[in-house]
Structures are given as C-alpha cells and as structure tokens.
C-alpha cells in the first residue's frame, strides 16, 4: 500500500458519502483544516487519537490507520510548476515577489530565512461588494543563520543582526 | 538597457549611499513597500509621480524614469525552483500545502481561484519570546471560473456556489 | 478512482455507443461544448443536474457522478510543450505572439492580465474557397493589478491608468 | 548585431521619445499592430517598405533596416512556461482546454490542425460594466492530414471528413 | 482502454502470428506503410474501411476497431530527446541542420514553414557496395506566414516573397 | 573568439552587403548549399580551399579562416524544442514518426541504424497549383548494429540479418 | 507485454534459479556477455538461435522468444542523469571528457564520430596491489562527415583529411 | 556590479598574489573557513567588521565592501545536479541516502527537519594508512512541524514526539 | 518482482506489526542503521547472513531474499531536487556551500575527491536547552584525480599534493 | 578572469600560430594528452612546471599560469545531452550498455563503482580496411561500498565479495 492509494481510498469513501472537508475535520478533530486535509492528502501525518478517530469515520484497517501517523514523503502530489490554475497562482506570487520579500525581511531580521517548519496559517472568508476575498494569515519563526568559528561554535564576536 | 541592467545600477547606488529599503520607499512613497522594492528589483510598475520620485532620488535619466513607469516582463528575476532558502521556503509551502488550499478554498468558494493580480499583502515583524515571527496576512479576490452557454454568455441555469 | 480513470471509462462507453460529442453535450446540455468536453476529459467540473444528466446517459454509479461534480486538478492531461501537433499550434501562437501580446494590452488597458477564468470562448467553421477555417472568438475579464499602500487598502493617488 | 541587440535599441528610442505603440504602428504601416509590434520585438519580419519606413522613424543604419526585413528566429525571446502573468495565463488556457479543443476541431474537421501560420488575429477593448474585457478574434486555415499512398501520392480511396 | 494498451496487444497478436509489417499493411491497404504502421503504434488513424480491415485481420472488439479510427493523442510514444539511436539520429539532423534548412527555404520560399501535415514521405532501400542506404524522399507544403491587416484581411500592398 | 561570434560577425557582413545565400555558396563554392551554409551558421566545417575563398569574400583574418576550418561544437545553435516554427515542424515529424520510421528500417535492414554522418540531403521546390511544395531528399548510410563474441570480434555465427 | 515486463520475468527467475549472469550467458552463447547481459536487461536484441537458447532455458512462450529476437526501444531503462553511482561514473566521464576527446579525435581522423553502432568492447579485471580495476578497451568504426556537393554525390575536391 | 562579477575580482586578486584559502580566513578573521570561503564565493555574508578586513586586505571600494555585507542570493554559483565531480558526490549521498535519514530522523526525533540555516559544521584531515580521510562533523538544529489548531496557536492536545 | 514492489511489501509489514526501525536493525543486525534501513528502502544491499535475518523476520520468500542480496539501482527513490522538506535541507546545504567544499578539500588535498562510496557516517542526537540537535559525522576516503601518461601509467614527474 | 575565458584566449592562439594538439602536449609534457587537452579546455589542472611551460609558450601573465594550476570546476563546458555528435556517442553508449556494464561488474567484484578519478585512458587509432577504428583502453580503481557498523568501523563480519 502506497500513502497515495490511500489518499485514493479516503477520497472515494468521501465521495461515496457525500461528506464535506468541514465533516471530515470535525471527526478528527483537534488540528487546523489545512492541516487535517493536509493529512488526507498525503502531505501531513495525523496524531494517533486523530488517526484513529480518521479510522473509525473511514472504516480502516489497523495498517492504514498506522499509515496516517507516518509522516509521508511529503510534496509528491504536486507537479511544479503547478498545472492547476488555483495552485498556480500561488506559485506566481512567489516568483514574482520573492526577490522583494526576500529584501524586505533581510532589511528588518538580518540573515535567516522565515521557517515553513515552525509555521502556521489561518484562511477566511471575507465578504466585499466587488467580489468576496480569500485571506490568508500565515506566521512563521524567523531563523536566523548560524554563523559560527572554526570549532563549531558561535565566535566570541558574532553576528549582530543589522551588522 | 534592459530591465536588470537598471536593476544594476539601482542597487549600485544603493549600495554606495548606504540606503535602506525603508528610506528609498518613502521617498518614492504612496505605495507598500513590497510593491515599491518589487518595482526596483524589475517586477513591478511604478506610477508616474512615483517614478519622478525615484529619478531624482537616483539621479536617473529620462528614459530610466520611462523604463521605471512600464511594466516589466515579470518573473525573470528567480530562478524556479527558488535556490535561495528564503524564497525556497516559500515554494515548498505552495508545493506542500497546495492540494489542501485547493479543497479548502473550492469547499468554501465553488470553482475558481485566489487571484494573484487583485491580491494585496503586509508583512510585519511579530515578538516572541521564543524567536520573533514573520507575520504575513494577504488577500486575493477569488474569481469564479465562468460557466458559459454556447453563445459564450452564462447560460440560463448557470453556475451555482456549492452545486 | 482516480478523475483519469473516469475519463477512460467514459471515453470507452462514447467509443462503444459511437456517439459524437456533439450527441453527449445535447443530452448533457446546457453549457458550451468547449466546457462540457473539457469536463468528461477531467478539466472542467459539471453542476449537479449536469452531472446528473451525464449519469443516466453513461450509466455511472453515485460516486462517479459526483466526481464529474468536483473541480479536477487541471491540467495533468496535456503534456508541456503540447506533443500533439493540433494542440501545439496554439501554444507555438502564445510563445510566438506572446510578447506582443503583452505590449498592446498593457499599452491599452494599463498594467494588468487578460483573465484565463472569468473567461468565454466559441469555435465556428467558417467556409472558405481556398479552405475553410476554423475561427475562435474569446473574451477574457482585463484584471488590473492591485497597487496598494502598507495598510493593504488602494493608497489616495493609486494607480491609473496610462498612467 | 543580434536582433535581441536591435530590439532593445528600438525599445530605448520608443522610451526616449516617448512613443506609444499605436504611433510607431501608424508610422510603418499595412500590417495589424500584433504583427508590426511583434516584428519590433524580434519574431515577426517587416516587408521592405515597411522596414524602410521604420529605420526613418528610428534613424535605422541600412543592415539595421535589412535585419528588421528577416525572418528572425522566433520564439526566442518568451521563457517557456511564461514567468509573466499576462502571458502565462494565455498558456494557461492551452494547457487546461487543448484537449477539448482537439477534440472538437476533430469531430468538425476530421483529422488535421488549425494552422499558425496561415493565421490572422484581432484583438479590441469590449466596454462592460463588470469591468472592461478583452476580446481576441482568431482564425486559422484548417489543414487536413494528407494521407497518402506508397507512391507519396493521395491513393484511390483517399482520407474522406469523417471516415 | 488507452491507444497504448491497443497497440500493446496490437504488437503481442503480431509476435505470436510472426506477421511482418509488409503483410499487415497489404492487409489494411491503401496508404503508404509509414502511415498505417504509425496507426498500428498509436500515432495515426485508419480510415473506417481500414480499420474493419485491421479489425478483422487482428480480431478486434467493436470498441477497438472504433479506437483505431480515432485521431490519437500524437507523439506520446517517442521521449525527447529520442533515448532509441535510430530513431536519435534524425533529431540530431534536425538539431545541426535546422538553421540551415531555415536559411535556405526561406530564401527561397518567402517567409514562412514547411507543412508536417499536408506532408508526404516514402522510404527505399538504395544498393550500394559500400553498405546499402537508406533513402527517404519527403515533400511538404509550403505555408506562407499570413501577412493582414488590422481588419483581420491581407492588406493592399501586402507580403509579397523575397520582399 | 567563439564561433558565434564569427557567426553573428558573417551575417552583419551579408546584410551591409546584401547578399543572398546563393551568391555566398557560389562564391565558397564545391558544396551543398546545406552544408555551406551549415558552416557560415556555425554547424560545420568548410575545407581549407573553402575557407580561404570565404575569407576573400567577407575579408577575414587569418585566424578567422582557420576558424572555419575547424569542426564547431555542433548543436549549440538550435534550442530544443525548436522554437522556431520552420525547425520545429521537423522536429515534430522526427517526434510523431520516429516510431514507424524504427520499425519499417529495422524491418528492412535488420538491427541499426540510418547515419546521420554518413548522410547526404538535396532541397529543391516543387511547383504545385495548390501551392508550391518542399521537396527534400536524403539518404544515409545503414549501419548494423555490430554483434560481436567475447574477444571484441564478430563471433563465427554471427548477427545476419533478418534473423 | 512490454519489453520491461519480460525483463522483470526473466529476473525473476534468474534469482529464484541463484543463476549468475556468467551462467546464462554461457547457456545463450555467441556473443559478448555485454551484449546478452544487455539483451536480458531489454538493450540488445538476440539472433533467433540465441532466443530459442533462452526460451529453453528461461522456459518462455513462442511470443517471448520472439520479443527477445526483436530490437527493442533502446534506452528506456537508465534515467539520464544516471542516478546509480556506478552507472553515473561513466557519464561524468563523458561529461569531463568529452571536449578533450572530441578535440583529439578530429586532429587525428578529420571531422566525424567513433561510432557507437559499429563498436565493440570487452571488460576484465586487471588485479592490482592497491585493489583491483577494472579494464574496458572498446574500439568503434570512424565515420567521417559526409561532405558532398549539390546533387548528392560528394564533389571533385571533396573532403580530405586534415584539409 | 553583480555579487558574481565581485567574486570573479577577488578570485583574480587571490590568484595574482598568490595567497591560500587559509591566509584569507586569517586575514578577515572570526568565522569558521567554511563560512568565509563561502562569502568569497557569493553563498555567504560578512560581518561588517569582517568585510572591512577583506576589504583592506583586497583594496575594495566602499560599494564593494558593503556587497560582502548584504546577503547574496544563495545557491546561484552551483549548476543542479552538480557537474564537478567533487560536489557531485555530496549530492549523490543525499539522492542515495535521504530516504534512510528521514526514516531514522523521523523515528528519533517525530515530524520535523534537521535545519540547514541554524546549523554548523567543520571539515577536517584524518590520517589513515589506506589513504587519508576527510572527516565532516556538522549538526543542525531538529525543527519539529508545528501542528497548530483553527486559531493558528497549537492546540490543547497537540503533537507530542513519538505519538 | 521489482525493488520498488518488495520495499513496499516490507513496509506494509513494519506497519501491521508496529515494529520500529531499530527493532529491524537489530534483528537484522551487523552494520549501521543507515546501511539496513537503506536497503530496506531499496537503496543498499544486505549480505547473505543479513538477508536471512530478514528473510526469517518478514517471512519472506527465497527470491525475495536474494532480491535483499542484490545490489539495488540506487537513487530511483528520490526525486531531485528533493520534494520532502527533511531530504531537500541536505539537498541546499549542498547546493549552498558545495563551492566553499571544494575549494577547502583542494587547498588541504590537491585534486580529487571525497569518496561517496568508501564512506560512513553515524547519526546522533545532541541535547540542547535551546532545542535538540541532529549531530552526522561522516568521513570519506579522499581519492586523488589520478594523472598519467600516454601509457596510462603515472609518467615520473607525476602529480604532488600542492603542485 | 573566468577560466573559460582563458580557455577561449589559448584556442585563439592555437589558431593564430596554427598549432597542432599534439605540438602543444609536447611543449607542455609530462601527461596523457587526453589530460593536457582538457587542461587547456578548463577541465583538468597542470602541476606548476607544466603550466609554466604553457605560460611560456601562449605567452602568458603570471595570474593565467597560476589559474591553470588550479582545479577547475569540472564539467561546464558539455552540455548534457551532449548537442555535438562525437560526444553524444559516448553518451548514447553509456545509456544503451549501462545496465549491462553495472549488472557485469558487481557480479565480478560486488557492490561498488569503477572510479572515474583514480582513472587512465588512452585512444589510438587501429586501420583496419573497412575503415580505421578508434581503439579506447580505460583502467579504473574498482571501489567497494563500504558497509560499516554503527561506530562507523567496519563490523566484525563485514561484507565479503560475493556474499
């Protein structure tokens, strides 16, 4: 069994049942959407309790309820560049504003990067007379780079940021 | 000259002046600054007043100001997939995310997309004892794909949100 | 079930029945040929009573009418550059006339896009003695780009065009 | 002298002068704007009066007006995919409607293609109160596959539409 | 059902049978073997007499005999660059000779291509006591590149070759 | 000095001088039009009698004309995918009939290949009331694939074809 | 059956038989045991004794007999760049040395290639005190570039070496 | 001036005077040789005192001493895959080994990544009689995947190592 | 049977039994973690003791445990550039500071390489307040660029380290 | 001063002066000229008296000689696939005979690779009357994987050649 035959399984039995995202995520319960369809999609890997909420709702077998607490090899279900108009755009905006985020962040952390580890992210509707938005609020740690002395340590005089 | 070659000389001066990011934005002014640096860096337009702004901070030429105020084959700046890890980070949260963005936006809003062109962004620096944050909160319109008759006008019975 | 599947089934069945497409849009009815095609080759998503239509038609179970329901991840079927001599015409078109493209709508509309999703098109023979030609009228929503200022809101003197 | 060479002085003399592209348009003449802006960018070839008339209006050596007379290699100049916003969104549409397309140029015309050669092209502002659109009028030579005997000619029982 | 699983029993039937290509083209008839071998491999299509004629030679279902009627999705079955080195060596002609061959239709032809659709070939078998050679004849048509007006016509004083 | 340079120094020259390719071939002389022009474009080698004549007529230095002499880096000249559309027709007749073209050859010749070396091409134009066609003719050594024993020679029972 | 499946069969076997590759080439015989090796692994083609040699050995059908004796689609099976380290050896060998080669070989022979059709080679191992290598000596025909003249043939003054 | 054209520069001035690696380290002091090689090569940042010691001891302007500050965009200065032979292999162990580093960091440690920005490393010789080594410590700081909630705060019963 | 299907089977069995990896290494025994998880993965091979380990351990049959004893196709496994967040992170810091590697293994080696196959590396964890390291010692054999002469033995004035 | 550059300035003097290869590795001495050659084309490095004797005899600047003294980063100057035929045919051989080659050698000398650094060829042309053959003898050090034990020493019952 392949995370993605499973992902193909979850996918049919929601269809079969006519269940939403939202119902799917109320049953399983504790995480973000995001993170919870993340999971169903094979890029995220569930806790136990949630997996095994996961395998009661989907009727699944003890394997394939392990195989939701395995983290997946994760980015495998997107060709990149993305085909699919929605991911596509999101792929733009990093093409075209990354060298300006990039200057901007740098301006006012110093060196590092913004994690996409220690990261989360929140997505809302909001209502507008000219045609409803898609927010995003997303937050990530900012990670400084080490720099460091030839014995693997921070130097005495180390980076300073701004320096 | 092309597009880089201004880019060039841009950061050149910049560099030799000792600016920062946030002091050339508001002497060109009016727009945010992930515009302004975007317009600098070659992917983005600036405004006519905004461009005079620009020449006589730089000491540019006519046809500089002129090059400033057009818009710019955008996109030729980054190479895809990102090699930079600041910006990489970004690709991988689109890559990884980017099948749960879609359930999660098409559940909510019906066919379409987040639109990457009326879309706005901020970014700010959050605290945090742990390491402070990069907050980024951006927006999009989401435009409905157009369900069309054969007279390419939305037939009758068109699309509905959610059928 | 994967959408590819679907598409091969119902391909089989219309091989099978010897149907045209033009049989199965009549008996789906009610959109575009170019939409209705699109969405049994796993491009485009059909309304419920559409799909409904398309299942008493084929003879498909409840899950896969509700999958001809679902928005599909685009674009997986065509491979890029387009191997398929017919298909590659149009994209030989847009990297060819592409820049041109660009220049005269911008030039016309200011900076901005032509919208691939609030967008319509028809196809017609048009008779011709020396061959007749196949003749495509298309018409895109123009999105211009959103400038805007740090707070995400359109600054007082935004962006106008020409300008 | 490459005609990338001679594009960009040409676009330097356009943002010098401050032409627009409907006045250099106007002073070459004969052709629709796409073709004599594309020439200007390097992948359509103006006819002798047609260089002469622009190496007047931008003072133009006689190899100069000569190159501008060339078939150039084409598509050179256009990243593939597009980075640009305005034209990938056109790629866009190849990529998610080629197939229907196909198939339904194929069930009217039988097997061949829609020429980009043999092809004219109209583009103009469609006024609209949800916001302006741009309209593309296209048309292209449909030619058939020639199918054809041993001896390179059509045989007897030659291809007939829709057999 | 897909073109390549047809082509992949089409290719078992003809191993177990040890039929050559001679004797499967004399028993579908009419074209040139490069065309009804290309059908057989997924890359042309039989007209309907030459399918009944595959159909009943190869013992095939109604819904295969249809499929072979069918314009295939073309060029699917050939990586680029060809891994195989026979097939390898004409892309490598290609690759040197292109510019060349560019150079010199257009010279004499005019701005415009040589058709791979209204295109005809025959392959001979050339004695020669030094190694026999392959001999290959091809004839295409060749297609001007439309020269037209704003009004989507040819202009008055339009294109005219060697201009 | 690359050979690109050389390349793009000899059109400059035609231009200002206005000569065809023909006079050019005339004037190097004891070739193929295909392969002297080959040469001029930086995919082949022009002997040293050749050589001399091309220095007289473009007014070469001594290293220039050594440089025609030697064999070029071939293939550097032709991105691939052509982007071109007259290179890329060919292209695409190599992509949909590469396949056929193995199988008839191989049927024919046994196991090898049609020399891409040892290769000859004439063009010439064919009129055509239609319209007028391209007539190209080529042929190529076969060369079989060499079956050889243990010690590197052809073993005692060797490859005999059709076997 | 494709190519690969039977390769996979015939490995199968080997590996339940505990067969080494030296023992299976002795049982086919004639030829060099890169060239059977090669043929296994689905490269090469075998002569019809030699097949009937495996289909005894292997215990296969008339079809899988006759697939071994068909040349098959070369190349399909190494990834390019090759990702096993002993394979990608070689191809950095080529990477590195390849200009020098190049450079050597047309000093020595003129303007031509080693072919890689009409080739042999034998691999040993050489003990050797500081470890073992492994010693290939491959010898290949030298094909000199065709140069001929307008009608095909090669001219008066052809091509002479270091000419 | 580009962070490629510095590097160039200083390669030149290192290479005219004769000076190792070590020296320049010594000379600009503080970090760890991997770290200022790196800078020298366009990967990394000096401190600003660090980049007035290179700037003094290269004899750099004030611009260029100011580039050695800013943060390059990283990873421009290595084709992917590798080509050089020594990279490569570092490249080749991450291919060959990543899955077994997931699996193993993943059961230490849960869901997360080694960081490749707040991480050190040190490279040394070891002696060895077959041949000396070369020994690579490095250790990076495990980020565990934050799993947050609908809120974008971690919630009650989040992720716990192991579970 | 391919690699591929085998690992698959063996990972269904981890799972269904919930042993952990180090269970399977000390059941298989002998050699590093990362030896026997990669070759569980499909990436190295076991020795015969080993592979009967394993073969007793998952209950496996006598050809599936030869396949353990195989040596693999390495590196099918991992798409590259890495997809998985965790793998990519190797990926960068190669791709980041490979230059600076290889301009101190040269200055402390001469020419050559660090061997990716007489190679080892251990992996710890590193408790740190500020949050737990993941600690790779690794060291390879440092294999000098061999020069020789025409004979291909290393001519007298061979090459010296620092030469 | 990029190295390509001085490989570009010595091949202008080669032409210039009309030196053969062969005179230049005699001037030069001491190495294969298969190194010398590469040398000269940025892919090898001289020892100092080597490339003292090539700053003699270019005429060199001390900078230029100490650059061919230093390794190069190998591999830039060959695009892969190789677009020239000479070396394309190399490759094609390691992509048709790779497997044959890795499954030959691992079963003579188990698990590991032919070193491409601890490597020597030498190519000789053999007459022969059908036409000259180009004779390539290469040796390389057989390197076996190391299989190590959790110390990262090699375990007590360590891999043996065969097992």
């Known amino acids: 069994m392949k995370r993605e035959d499973l992902t193909e399984k979850l996918l049919d039995i929601k269809r079969e049942k006519g269940w939403s995202w939202k119902h799917i995520c109320e049953k399983i319960g504790g995480y973000s959407e995001v993170l919870i369809v993340g999971a169903i999609l094979g890029q995220m890997k569930l806790t136990k309790p949630q997996a095994a909420n996961a395998g009661e709702l989907f009727g699944l077998s003890k394997a ?3 195989m939701l607490n395995e983290v997946p090899m994760r980015g495998t279900g997107t060709p ?9 755009r999101f792929y733009e905006m990093v093409m075209v504003n990354g060298p ?3 200057a901007l962040i740098e301006e006012e952390f110093g060196d590092g990067i913004m994690s996409a580890i220690d990261f989360d992210m929140a997505m809302e509707r909001v209502a507008n ?3 409803d938005r898609v927010k995003i609020t997303m937050s990530g740690k900012f990670l400084p780079y080490k720099y460091y002395g ?3 340590n921070v130097p005495e005089y180390g980076f300073k940021e701004g320096e």
């Open 64 to 66: 394939e309820v392990a």
């Open 80 to 88: 990149m560049p993305p085909t699919d108009p929605l991911i596509y």
């Open 100 to 102: 300006a985020w990039k």
């Open 129 to 131: 007379p000219k045609g």
């Open 150 to 152: 030839a014995s693997g």
